[in-house]
């Protein structure tokens, strides 16, 4: 078995990635960020474009998808488990599939899981090529996700200190109303359209935060594993709006419903509501009908097109091809 938690950036994902490692059989890794970026469909890889692919995932488990530098340092040890591979014709998604395997075995554990959030706009491929994917997918009132991108931003300077300076200035430009609006919509559409499938259980962050031991338990049940008291013990680390407490356990309710509070002008709410009226209700959350100023409303549209341009420059690096990344994260697919 393998467990992907995806949904929409800023979802809970990292939260569930965590309640899911406390589990004695789950190792959950860090964001990977292999499909897109990494993964090449049907292509067969030569043996050292197998130890570089091996390699690279092991600098990205190991340093962080953000800092990551140079696959050299563990060249030696992709070596050594690629050597082991008996199949002569190795693709991307093998390579991937035994380097899950393999760190799960390292940390001693049996059920690797990954938890990278834009997985889900992959979701129709990794459940068609991985048979023994599992997929928990997060949704989270698509106000509460505006608002944490809009603060997103500030992660580095509220404990996240890793974070380099350039990536807080790339979710800086990254935020616009409309775009993460749209992302919203498509990250969970994609799931919607395919909620009768056997291995997706979709959870709403929500829900999780009022009931966590309840829909943790729902969850094992999903994934056929025994609850664990441990699952519930879960740093408060991670939010994009207040400090880290890393000393903190436990699932914070104040965050429902956050954008109630502030933080998000008129004009933003009406926007992101009118993009996504019908999943709002859809996924049974209150629609404000809140009105915002047209004057602030064309002033967001005006800026969009220079601001899109910098944040795809800024983008560029983790794009693989920017056409087919496009498509996946704002196009509206013929399901």
Known sequence: MKIFVLGNSRSGTTMMGRLLNNHSKIFTLNELHFFGP???KEKILSKNESIQLFARLLGIQQE???TFKTSTPYLQEAAAVISKMQNNKISALDVYSAFLEYQCRQAGKVIPCEQTPVNVFYLKEILHLLNDSYIINMVRDPRDVLLSQKNKWKRKFLGAKAIPL????RAWFNYHPFTISKMWNKAVSIPLHLKDHSRILTVQFEKLLENPESEIKQICHFLNIDFENAMLQIPKVGSSGRQDERTRYGFDTSVISQW???GLNRTEIEMCEQ???????NYGYEYSGIKGSSLTKLSYLIVLPVQSFIALLLNFRRMKNLLATLKRRFSKDDY
Do not use: A, P
């Not at 350039?166 to 200035?169: N, Y």
């Not at 993009?275 to 209700?281: G, S, T």
């Open 38 to 40: 990494l993964w090449e």
């Open 64 to 66: 962080g998808f953000l």
């Open 166 to 169: 350039k990536e807080s200035i």
């Open 260 to 262: 109630e509070k502030g």
């Open 275 to 281: 993009l996504n009226h019908k999943l709002i209700l």
